[in-house]
């Protein structure tokens, strides 16, 4: 903030008074800067106050926090505004779920397999960066490419070099549409059947090499049964499966799937609503010190910093109590 200067005021000026009895002769009247009353200054300091504590609010609204490794956060400062002007939306408005729900319903599983966890990366295709971070984490964690993006199709194809599972990242309307747009390649409620399918196929055709698809956004689109029945058909004759990212509590998309006989799985946990290292890092530890009570888990985070230090700290307790990070197609039924 700028600071105020001092000056003077040219009409405060003090003459001094021509009657005066002194035989002395008068001197020329000299200015001099009028001191600046108290209350002005109480009002700088207030107003100092107030804007410190307005940029510390707008700092913590787009979940930046000081991290035990500062060295990307920068980066991540850029990527979360970028994701903001997009729309990114984990939930319908009023319905934001916990980080992390009760324990998810047993899928099937034999004894011998023990607890696995499909880590999913959403919202790929921003930052070629952020690729190599989780390509060095020891770990198969899929990758969920959002289709149309400057660098989707060059992040699937390195992806699947590298032997990661990628899906796609299948944007869908929102509450909200339009001041939330889920950006190109949207499939919208007032669509026909065939402009459906033929959006859902240039965004399959965009993303190479996918095994499934889950929803980006998609809280007022996966609650209309019927078109997220033309949606989840069109991926059965692909061969595709599909992940519901439960972005709305209403959502059709298990009860779709399960009727068509799709092959499906639901998000469990979102790690990283709150873009926090230590929040990311506490479930991921909850999860892993109740592992009695759990087979197995999918979890969704995002290409934040904070996400990917959470997970690579968590891989040595997984590791010791015999957790095992699989790809997410693992998990569907």
């Given at each position: 903030?700028?600071?105020?200067?001092?000056?003077?005021?040219?009409?405060?000026?003090?003459?001094?008074?021509?009657?005066?009895?002194?035989r002395k002769k008068s001197k020329?009247?000299?200015?001099?800067?009028?001191?600046?009353?108290?209350?002005?200054?109480?009002?700088?300091?207030?107003?100092?106050?107030?804007?410190?504590?307005?940029?510390?609010?707008?700092?913590?609204?787009?979940?930046?926090?000081d991290i035990p490794v500062p060295?990307?956060?920068?980066?991540?400062?850029?990527?979360?505004?970028?994701?903001?002007?997009?729309?990114?939306?984990?939930?319908?408005?009023?319905?934001?779920?916990?980080?992390?729900?009760?324990?998810?319903?047993?899928?099937?599983?034999?004894?011998?397999?023990?607890?696995?966890?499909?880590?999913?990366?959403?919202?790929?295709?921003?930052?070629?960066?952020?690729?190599?971070?989780?390509?060095?984490?020891?770990?198969?964690?899929?990758?969920?490419?959002?289709?149309?993006?400057?660098?989707?199709?060059?992040?699937?194809?390195?992806?699947?070099?590298?032997?990661?599972?990628?899906?796609?990242?299948?944007?869908?309307?929102?509450?909200?549409?339009?001041?939330?747009?889920?950006?190109?390649?949207?499939?919208?409620?007032?669509?026909?059947?065939?402009?459906?399918?033929?959006?859902?196929?240039?965004?399959?055709?965009?993303?190479?090499?996918?095994?499934?698809?889950?929803?980006?956004?998609?809280?007022?689109?996966?609650?209309?049964?019927?078109?997220?029945?033309?949606?989840?058909?069109?991926?059965?004759?692909?061969?595709?499966?599909?992940?519901?990212?439960?972005?709305?509590?209403?959502?059709?998309?298990?009860?779709?799937?399960?009727?068509?006989?799709?092959?499906?799985?639901?998000?469990?946990?979102?790690?990283?609503?709150?873009?926090?290292?230590?929040?990311?890092?506490?479930?991921?530890?909850?999860?892993?010190?109740?592992?009695?009570?759990?087979?197995?888990?999918?979890?969704?985070?995002?290409?934040?910093?904070?996400?990917?230090?959470?997970?690579?700290?968590?891989?040595?307790?997984?590791?010791?109590?015999?957790?095992?990070?699989?790809?997410?197609?693992?998990?569907?039924?």
């Open positions: 903030m700028n600071r105020v200067r001092c000056t003077g005021y040219p009409s405060d000026i003090i003459v001094k008074n021509k009657t005066n009895h002194s020329k009247a000299v200015g001099y800067s009028k001191p600046r009353p108290l209350g002005k200054w109480i009002y700088i300091f207030i107003l100092s106050a107030s804007l410190i504590f307005v940029g510390y609010f707008l700092y913590r609204w787009v979940c930046i926090k060295r990307r956060e920068v980066s991540s400062f850029k990527k979360v505004i970028e994701r903001k002007k997009t729309g990114h939306e984990s939930v319908k408005p009023g319905e934001s779920p916990e980080c992390e729900k009760a324990f998810p319903e047993e899928r099937k599983t034999t004894p011998e397999a023990g607890n696995r966890i499909a880590i999913v990366i959403d919202d790929m295709g921003y930052d070629l960066r952020v690729l190599d971070e989780i390509l060095r984490i020891d770990a198969p964690i899929t990758l969920s490419v959002i289709p149309h993006l400057s660098h989707s199709v060059l992040i699937a194809e390195r992806a699947g070099k590298a032997g990661r599972e990628v899906i796609l990242h299948l944007p869908m309307e929102p509450y909200g549409y339009p001041e939330k747009n889920p950006g190109e390649g949207a499939l919208l409620l007032n669509m026909s059947r065939d402009e459906l399918v033929a959006e859902l196929e240039g965004d399959i055709a965009n993303i190479p090499g996918i095994s499934g698809a889950n929803n980006h956004m998609g809280s007022r689109f996966m609650e209309d049964e019927e078109k997220v029945a033309i949606v989840l058909n069109r991926l059965k004759e692909r061969g595709l499966f599909f992940l519901d990212s439960l972005t709305t509590r209403q959502s059709k998309g298990i009860q779709v799937a399960r009727k068509i006989g799709l092959r499906h799985v639901e998000r469990d946990v979102f790690l990283d609503n709150h873009c926090d290292f230590e929040k990311a890092l506490a479930i991921l530890n909850r999860i892993a010190e109740k592992k009695d009570s759990w087979h197995t888990i999918v979890i969704i985070g995002h290409p934040y910093d904070s996400t990917i230090q959470a997970i690579e700290k968590s891989l040595p307790i997984f590791r010791e109590r015999n957790i095992n990070i699989v790809p997410l197609s693992d998990l569907v039924r």
